[in-house]
Nanobody
């Protein structure tokens, strides 16, 4: 069973930066897309950013556009999330996710159910 392992979370002040990393445990693992979600206490898991390897399409939630950047290396099964200008409302557990296959139709990159594999999560706390 493939595991996704996140790292890079921590405590940062408002306006600071963090870089999250996520790597798949198996070198032969290949995915259609990888993404980041987050979940704050008492709230539902929400989409942050996603990267489709084919064509290099990238998607962001409106709340992070211009501040966060997703990137990755398909050959290394690794995806990153560079987070700049962090705000207290960015505080959450951040999860890496991988979508194994694409079956056609509208690609719902924003939907957690679209993804097959999840990391254990890494805490990001932004102090005011």
């Amino acid at each position: 069973q493939v595991q996704l392992v996140e790292s890079g979370g921590g405590l940062v002040q408002t306006g600071g930066s963090l870089r999250l990393s996520c790597a798949a445990s198996e070198r032969t693992f290949r995915s259609y897309a990888m993404g980041w979600f987050r979940q704050a206490p008492g709230k539902e898991r929400e989409f942050v950013a996603a990267l489709r390897w084919t064509g290099g399409r990238i998607y962001y939630a409106d709340s992070v556009k211009g501040r966060f950047t997703i990137s990755g290396d398909n050959a290394e099964n690794t995806v990153y999330l560079q987070m700049n200008s962090l705000k207290p409302e960015d505080t959450a557990v951040y999860y890496c996710a991988a979508d194994k296959t694409y079956l056609g139709g509208t690609y719902r990159y924003w939907a957690p159910y679209e993804y097959d594999y999840w990391g254990q999560g890494t805490q990001v706390t932004v102090s005011s």
